[in-house]
Every structure is written in C-alpha cells, then in structure tokens.
C-alpha cells in the first residue's frame, strides 16, 4: 500500500499538482460508480473538438445525474 508522503516526491510542485488533479478524477469516478477507464477515454476523445465553455459538462457528477436518466455507459452505475 502506498504511504500518503509518497506523493510529496514527484519532481516538482506541478508535476504533484497534475497527479492531484488526475487523482481527485480517478476518486469521483469510483464514487459515482463511473468505470475510471471508460469515461477518461470517452472525455480525452471528446476534448478536443469542444470549447472551453463546454468543458464543465463533463465532469463526473454530471456525466452521472445524465447516466442515472439514461443508463448504459461508462461502465453503469453501481448506485
């Protein structure tokens, strides 16, 4: 099991920033019952071709109130 102070060694301040950022995406996926894979997948697939203002739209807990209306993708809801 990895110790919490191995996060405080990874090159640089930002390099940590990134990782708690991935982290905390990873963790609210697993929370809301979202396969990790599926939806990065999905979302880095989407990202490009959206604008910034669309962006919002596709974090977890959005992405899971639309699943829990019409289920069937990233993995279904546990919940």
């Known amino acids: ?24 995406i990873v963790e609210n996926c697993r929370r809301l019952g979202i396969n990790p894979k599926e939806y990065l997948t999905d979302v880095l697939t989407r990202l490009p071709a ?20 019409q289920a069937g993708s990233y993995g279904c809801l546990i919940a």
């Open 1 to 24: 099991m990895h110790n919490a102070k191995n996060w405080l060694f990874l090159g640089n301040e930002e390099s940590g920033q990134k990782c708690a950022i991935l982290y905390t």
């Open 50 to 69: 959206m604008k910034a203002s669309a962006a919002a739209s596709l974090i977890p807990a959005k992405l899971a109130q639309g699943m829990q209306r």
